[in-house]
């Protein structure tokens, strides 16, 4: 994560890291970092015959062989080796070109025949052997910096050792070849994560069992879940067991169960694994059994007044509310009526642009009182003023550039940080929203979405996906299919043109992953649709994904998170959304038009829509100036979702006027 004292000195400044891609020169100097972005190479190799040329220092202290490891193609990387470049020339923060290129074997391996030291270490703490091991599928790369003298049992500054690094990456071969090494599988980080806490978030059975029979201590918790403006955020004494209960299978649960993990402990916010188990989409009733089993407290109370059934009673799955009831289960919190939808519902446009005005109005308030963007503020503010633009709706440009800029300057001082794997707090959610926004937006190239694509591409898993493990946190962030959606959309965007191929490939990977893996909410659908789409899926398989949502609309022409639920803003919005992105539904078909009547008579008189927060809360408590109190942040990210559904209608009704 980006806690470094030097890199928040650095981002002061507001120094960016390289010169943005596709810029023209400022003078012949630059040529050479041009000719890297466009993967010229004859003009790379002109030109890195020139001493001075290939040694330069760009902003940050970036060289050209740095800037090609990063955003260059692995021939310009061999070019610039061949020419004589420095292997292990140093940014202002300390990495050197194998730091930066650990996560990509081929660039890894041409870097460690041109003599790059295995032990560099950034002013992080950061080495090879850290960012090759936050890769999944870096095992290889692990094993050859091992052999070549790398350190099993360094640390960053935060103290992420290599096996930290592995489990956390969800690479199971790289946790065999480190214990192999006799690294400790209980050595925690400075925030109290283990190994085993990690594997259990994955889900993965194998490597839990390894952890175990290497003697992994099944109740370790965590003792720091980070901190923002507003205190401490609530994600401390989280046990493997926590981590597994929402989504893990239940052999992972019973393996953990088995090794005498606390089945009634409970974290920072009171919350127990069988609260946590029926507090998202992912919930399986088989869990749940389980743990009653195993003797769960079904009646204890969170530290914000809530039970399990609470809990299970917002996602509505009859089987799993039947088994909390048939074990004494009994409700504590207390109803809250939803505030009354408008009596006389808008014209679209006015619906569409009072809606624009709601968002708008809160995200420079937000950025004040947090002092950072949010997925669900200026990153889904974008995407609403594209859509709103370009249906020529009336909203404020100063305000859409103004929430803009705040993204693209927080990502180019994040920059340095995460081209060395200092990953970003919330990742890879935090990142690929901003990274979609800025797409969506037409943001153009810059060193933040150099950084990004960069990134988000290291995170992307064996199978696939992009994937945050561990927690519930519906309907917003919790399916992978949406993460894994926008990445591949925000990728093709802002991809260099030295990494084209390699992005290609992660976007075959990404769509055989969506093809093979069954959605399960209605999030879920929507976010497949669009993945297939943007991955330029068969037809056939995308018509298919399409008539499956078309059959959830409900009677009043909403949408339900799950078949369980009633229809809701949140849902409505991002289906239509997609239906319409994919190019299957057009804003004038009866689908299409039932779905804006229920928008249009669901919106609230201020503009906004209301939808109830269905997340276990971790973050402290601020207003941001948007309507409906603890549930603002999700009913803003309705609101967001359901200006871009209607602007599509909200064009055809004013070519009809």
Same mark, same amino acid.
Do not use: C
């Given at each position: 994560?980006?806690?470094?004292?030097?890199?928040?000195?650095?981002?002061?400044?507001?120094?960016?890291?390289?010169?943005?891609?596709?810029?023209?020169?400022?003078?012949?100097?630059?040529?050479?970092?041009?000719?890297?972005?466009?993967?010229?190479?004859?003009?790379?190799e002109a030109l890195a015959a020139n001493a001075p040329m290939r040694e330069q220092?760009?902003?940050?202290?970036?060289?050209?062989?740095?800037?090609?490891?990063?955003?260059?193609?692995?021939?310009?990387?061999?070019?610039?080796?061949?020419?004589?470049?420095?292997?292990?020339?140093?940014?202002?923060?300390?990495?050197?070109?194998?730091?930066?290129?650990?996560?990509?074997?081929?660039?890894?391996?041409?870097?460690?025949?041109?003599?790059?030291?295995?032990?560099?270490?950034?002013? @992080?703490?950061?080495?090879?052997?850290?960012?090759a091991a936050a890769r999944d599928g870096g095992a290889a790369t692990v094993l050859l910096l091992l052999d070549r003298g790398a350190d099993p049992n360094e640390a960053d500054e935060n103290g992420v050792t290599p096996l930290l690094a592995g489990a956390r990456s969800g690479d199971r071969q790289t946790v065999e070849h480190l214990l192999a090494r006799q690294c400790d599988p209980n050595r925690a980080d400075k925030a109290g994560m283990?190994?085993?806490?990690?594997?259990?978030?994955?889900?993965?059975?194998?490597?839990?069992?390894?952890?175990?029979?290497? =003697?992994?201590?099944?109740n370790d918790a965590n003792v720091f879940g980070g901190k923002v403006k507003h205190g401490d955020v609530a994600l401390k004494g989280l046990t493997p067991l926590m981590l597994a209960a929402p989504a893990a299978d239940p052999a992972v649960i019973e393996a953990l169960l088995d090794a005498g993990a606390a089945v009634n402990a409970a974290d920072s916010r009171g919350m127990t694994p069988l609260m946590l188990a029926v507090s998202g989409e992912t919930q399986d009733r088989r869990t749940v059994k389980l743990l009653l089993s195993r003797g769960a407290e079904v009646n204890a109370v969170s530290a914000a007044g809530e039970t399990a059934?609470?809990?299970a009673v917002r996602f509505g799955d009859p089987e799993v509310l039947s088994l909390l009831r048939q074990a004494g289960a009994e409700r504590r919190a207390q109803e809250r009526p939803a505030p009354?939808?408008?009596?006389?519902?808008?014209?679209?446009?006015?619906? @569409?642009?009072?809606?624009?005005?709601?968002?708008?109005?809160?995200?420079?308030?937000?950025?004040?009182?947090?002092g950072c963007v949010g997925c669900h503020h200026q990153n889904l503010a974008m995407i609403a003023a594209s859509e709103a633009r370009a249906a020529g709706l009336r909203i404020d440009d100063r305000l859409a550039a103004d929430a803009a800029q705040q993204v693209i300057a927080q990502w180019n001082m994040f920059s340095p940080g995460l081209l060395e794997r200092m990953d970003a707090p919330g990742t890879p959610d935090t990142p690929t929203y901003s990274?979609?926004?800025?797409?969506?937006?037409?943001?153009?190239?810059?060193?933040?979405?150099?950084?990004?694509?960069?990134?988000?591409?290291?995170?992307?898993?064996q199978d696939g996906s992009w994937r945050l493990t561990g927690f519930a946190r519906a309907p917003l962030e919790e399916g992978h299919f949406a993460r894994t959606a926008m990445a591949?959309?925000?990728?093709?965007?802002?991809?260099?043109?030295?990494?084209?191929?390699?992005?290609t490939e992660r976007t075959q990977r990404a769509q055989a992953w969506l093809l093979a893996n069954k959605p399960r909410s209605t999030d879920d659908h929507a976010w497949r649709l669009l993945g297939l789409y943007w991955t330029q899926a068969p037809e056939q398989q995308i018509r298919r994904a399409a008539k499956k949502l078309l059959a959830m609309q409900q009677a009043d022409g909403g949408w339900a998170a799950n078949p369980y639920l009633p229809s809701d803003p949140l849902s409505t919005a991002t289906t239509m959304w997609a239906l319409h992105t994919a190019g299957v539904t057009a804003a004038d078909e009866a689908h299409y038009r039932r779905g804006v009547d229920f928008l249009r008579g669901s919106q609230q008189a201020d503009g906004s829509w209301f939808v109830e927060s269905r997340a276990p809360k971790f973050q402290?408590?601020?207003?941001?100036?948007?309507?409906? =109190?603890?549930?603002?942040?999700?009913?803003?990210?309705?609101?967001?979702?359901a200006t871009a559904a209607l602007a599509p209608a909200a064009r055809l009704s004013g070519a009809a006027d």
């Open positions: 994560m980006l806690r470094s004292r030097a890199i928040l000195l650095f981002f002061v400044s507001l120094v960016l890291s390289v010169p943005s891609p596709g810029a023209s020169p400022k003078s012949g100097a630059m040529d050479i970092f041009d000719a890297i972005r466009q993967d010229d190479l004859p003009r790379i220092r760009g902003p940050g202290g970036v060289t050209p062989l740095l800037d090609a490891v990063a955003f260059g193609s692995p021939e310009a990387v061999a070019a610039l080796l061949r020419a004589g470049a420095d292997a292990n020339a140093q940014t202002d923060l300390g990495a050197t070109p194998l730091i930066w290129a650990a996560g990509d074997p081929v660039k890894t391996r041409l870097l460690l025949g041109a003599d790059a030291d295995v032990r560099a270490r950034s002013r @992080a703490g950061n080495t090879p052997l850290l960012v283990t190994a085993l806490q990690y594997a259990a978030g994955h889900g993965d059975l194998a490597m839990v069992r390894l952890l175990l029979d290497r =003697g992994a201590r099944v059934l609470d809990w009354k939808a408008i009596e006389r519902p808008r014209e679209v446009r006015l619906a @569409a642009e009072r809606a624009m005005e709601a968002v708008q109005s809160s995200t420079a308030e937000f950025f004040r009182q947090s990274l979609f926004g800025m797409a969506l937006e037409g943001v153009p190239h810059n060193p933040g979405t150099d950084a990004l694509v960069a990134n988000i591409a290291a995170q992307q898993h591949v959309r925000a990728l093709g965007e802002y991809a260099p043109a030295g990494r084209r191929a390699e992005m402290p408590y601020f207003e941001s100036g948007f309507a409906h =109190g603890p549930n603002q942040w999700i009913s803003i990210a309705a609101t967001s979702w």
